[in-house]
């Protein structure tokens, strides 16, 4: 089964087990999955993550982090949609929460969140915002 939106795919399994408390959900795996994983555990809104290859398809695997029983991520938004592209320059760029969450751009430096493109003066295309 082919996904038109895998990111959107990733982001409603997020909501989804955050609201029913799972501590771990699983998703199927691709290098840009992987990215925006590592910038959410760089950006402490979760654990871990791992990636099983064990069989054909890789799984990426998300360790979800709670504080005193309420989710880290109070919301988790997808901007970009395949459907309706949304490009911003780094002037541009949004502050999400007034920077109490972050933006995760895809650049032509790489995925990176607001404010690492603010500083590399890049701009791209928002993906979804994290707060």
Do not use: W
């Not at 950006?43 to 504080?67: R, V």
């Amino acid at each position: 089964m082919s996904l038109s939106d895998p990111i959107g795919d990733m982001i409603a399994r997020v909501k989804n087990a955050q609201a029913r408390n799972h501590k771990k959900v699983a998703l199927p795996s691709s290098n840009f999955k992987t990215k925006i994983a590592d910038i959410l555990k760089n950006e402490g809104f979760i654990k871990d993550f791992k990636i099983d290859a064990e069989d054909k398809k890789p799984t990426l695997s998300l360790e979800l982090k709670y504080h005193s029983g309420n989710p880290v991520i109070s919301a988790f938004e997808r901007i970009s949609k395949p459907g309706r592209r949304i490009f911003s320059s780094a002037e541009s760029l949004p502050k999400v929460n007034n920077g109490l969450g972050i933006a995760i751009i895809s650049t032509p430096k790489g995925v990176m969140t607001d404010i690492d493109a603010r500083k590399q003066r890049v701009g791209g295309e928002i993906i979804c915002k994290v707060f």
